[in-house]
């Protein structure tokens, strides 16, 4: 029997999943692939403070790919259950 609760091996999960994805939106910052559109909110966010636009940015970002995840996962869902009826 695990030590550990499944509760708790998802939060762990979760984490080192988010810790990924600001890692990514650190990479895409430092080698200047921003998303226009997120870095314009951003910076409307920041009222033009280049550092606080940097700080949104990495959090909205972080909320785009955990998003663009689910939809991803919602997509192939589908496409599995189609395929699945189709099979049937």
């Known amino acids: 029997m695990s030590r550990y609760s499944s509760a708790s091996i998802q939060e762990a999960h979760s984490k080192a999943v988010e810790e990924k994805r600001y890692a990514m939106a650190t990479q895409e910052m430092s080698q ?6 997120l870095w314009a909110k951003a910076w409307s966010m920041a009222r ?12 909205l970002r972080v ?3 955990a998003a663009e995840h689910c939809l991803h996962g919602s997509a192939a869902d589908w496409r599995l259950r189609i395929a699945m009826d189709r099979a049937a």
């Open 63 to 65: 909320e785009m790919m």
């Open 48 to 59: 033009g403070n280049d550092r606080r636009t940097a700080a949104h940015y990495l959090a």
């Open 32 to 37: 200047n692939t921003v998303r226009v559109g």
